[in-house]
Nanobody, 122 residues
Framework: QVQLVESGGGLVQAGGSLRLSCAAS????????MGWFRQVPGKEREFVAV????????DYGDSTKGRFVISRDNAKNTVYLQMNSLKPEDTAVYHC???????????????WGQGTQVTVSS
């Protein structure tokens, strides 16, 4: 069982930056691939970024590539999402999630955090 708790969301102006954190419980954090997804009411959950078990591989969604950076610290059981050059369309609830396979599909992720709201004003 893995419990995930996100933090770092908030209100920011367009062009600004935010750093999200996701703290995981348990001693097996390094055995999980970690992903970030976001969701807007009425829309499907969107893939944002994924990072491999050791952090040596990352992938991003088309809308976040080049602006967002995912990283992890296995010693601290934490995954981060650095979000730069934020746009109003980045407004969403951001969730971190854990899975044992390196995929970008939300359906394979076993554990999810409750989410943190990010609002970008124009």
């Amino acid at each position: 069982q893995v419990q995930l708790v996100e933090s770092g969301g908030g209100l920011v102006q367009a062009g600004g930056s935010l750093r999200l954190s996701c703290a995981a419980s348990g001693r097996t954090f390094s055995s999980y691939v970690m992903g970030w997804f976001r969701q807007v009411p009425g829309k499907e959950r969107e893939f944002v970024a994924v990072i491999s078990w050791s952090g040596d591989r990352t992938d991003y969604g088309d809308s976040t590539k080049g602006r967002f950076v995912i990283s992890r610290d296995n010693a601290k059981n934490t995954v981060y999402l650095q979000m730069n050059s934020l746009k109003p369309e980045d407004t969403a609830v951001y969730h971190c999630a854990a899975t044992r396979v390196y995929l970008t599909v939300a359906g394979v992720y076993e554990y999810w955090g409750q989410g943190t709201q990010v609002t970008v004003s124009s």
